[in-house]
């Protein structure tokens, strides 16, 4: 079985060379240091959203103050809800990958 993380590609693909108006007209991407990377995968895009809506919520600060409250630091909480975001972004992209089309 194999430990490598099914991060579900790269979040905004794009096809081929991709080129860019520049100063000297279009360009290829790459003469701007956009060599084919493929940017942020899909699992850092949800882990992305999951996070923001996290931290929009009552949630978010209601563990923070209860860190406080008990003297705890709030990093270790912060570090969970990272790990959790992560679980539910790989969670996702597993049922994803499971759907069949009808």
């Known amino acids: 079985m194999s430990n490598q993380i099914n991060d579900g590609g790269p979040a905004f693909p794009t096809p ?6 520049g100063p000297q ?10 060599d084919g990377k493929p ?3 899909l699992r850092a895009y949800y882990v992305g959203h999951i996070l923001g809506g996290m931290a929009a919520g009552p949630f978010w600060n ?3 103050q ?17 790990k959790a975001a992560c679980l539910a972004a790989d969670a996702a992209i ?8 009808k």
């Not at 007209?25 to 956009?34: D, E, F, I, T």
């Not at 209860?66 to 990272?82: H, K, L, Q, T």
Request: negative net charge.
């Open 62 to 64: 209601e563990n923070f």
């Open 94 to 101: 597993r049922e994803l990958s499971n759907e069949t089309v």
């Open 66 to 82: 209860r860190c406080e409250s008990e003297g705890r630091d709030a990093n270790e909480w912060v570090d969970n809800a990272a």
């Open 25 to 34: 007209g279009k360009q290829p991407a790459s003469a701007w240091g956009m």
């Open 16 to 21: 081929g060379e991709q080129f860019i108006d």
């Open 39 to 41: 940017g942020m995968s």
